[in-house]
């Protein structure tokens, strides 16, 4: 993937689960209704066991509403325009933009005291109420000079509310884990070597531990001080796990992501890998795999991800993290960057393989394995309890999104 999409997609959150507040009321997730199968979607995908019918005396799982974070930035050619932010709620439909600011901004994100968070620029963090109004500064790591000489590569929050960003230089980069009191922790990181680089900032679903995947072309052994391209770390910033890498480009560990109870997901050279971190034993699951923007279920029981033909061409399978293979009789062709939403329903993007004029008039392109592809701006979505899918009526990347459990 080019620096162009890399950039178009940095900072998109994983699915996160909020308390709602008293009073609001217990609503159905309606997700974006039921419609034909998605371009590109296997005519007879099924899940991996047959459902079961709960007997008459089951209790009835309860509603909830799951909200997303969808961000359209400007097209190149017009870097006059903003970057906007849409907030989509399961219960209420589309919102009206939420937030309108710079073309070089991004990265939203739902904070723990539910407002809406973003970087300002490259070196500023603000946040806002679901409204787009109230704002406020939450970082900057220039707040002296009018220049820019420390970027923000990454971030995340805690639901506890600690904050974890990647603070990025040519010279050297800090990861900092800042609680809401006290000193933070810092760790040293090698500094920026090419601008194509891809970072990714997210703490455990236990907010015990923070995962950072540092993917530089540019790394070698010695350019990435001897660090591992995928490492955890606790909150006092010891090293708790670092995926194995032998040095090479083509073997840089990445496309990691947190699972349950303490479980993480990643690429290296032998495949799709988990680490366990209560028994710190990793095994192999799927051997000589390369997957691509992985996106796990709220309840950690699927992994969606992408991954490549010969030719470059994206096809999304599911993962069962119980079994630890892959569900049968599920494939969305020409498809990628897909995120899970709800328990049960994915959203993801178009990716079929374009020339010439076609690459240029909509989306973006990208080139991989000699043939041209292109993701094209409109979201899909496919729901796995009623095999069933359609346009969700947005353009953009998800960013965030988060399921609130009805009281």
Known sequence: MNSKVSNRLAGRGTVRFLAMGAGIAALLATGCGTATSPPGASATATPSTTPTTPSPASPTPAPSTFQVLVQRNPQDTDVSSATTIRLYSSDTGLAPVVLSFPADSGGAQFTP???????????????SDLSGGTRREELNLNPDSTVDHMYIGAYDWSQSGVLAYLAEAPANSQLVIRPRSGPAANVALPGIVSLANQKTIRFSPDGNYVLLVDIDPGFTPST????????????????????????????????????????????????VSVADLSTRVTKTLLAGVRWYDPSVSPDGSSIVFAVRDGQGLPTLELLDTATGG??????????????????????????????????????WSTESGGQTTQVL???????????SGGSVGLSGSVTDSRVLPAI
């Open 113 to 127: 005291d539910n407002r809406i968070s973003f970087t300002s620029g490259v070196s500023r963090l603000e946040s």
């Open 377 to 387: 701006d409109p979201l899909l979505s496919y729901d796995l309890s009623t095999h």
């Open 326 to 363: 892959v569900v049968g009789g599920f494939g969305i062709i020409s498809a990628s960057n897909a995120r899970f939403v709800s328990p049960t329903l994915i959203w993801y993007h178009q990716e079929p393989a374009c020339s010439g004029d076609g690459c240029t008039r909509t989306g």
């Open 224 to 271: 990435a001080q001897g660090q591992s391209p995928v490492q955890v770390r606790r909150l006092d910033g010891t090293l708790v796990f670092a995926a194995p890498w032998d040095g090479r480009a083509t073997t840089m560990p990445s496309d990691a992501v947190w699972g349950a109870d303490g479980q993480l997901y990643f690429w290296d050279s032998q495949g």
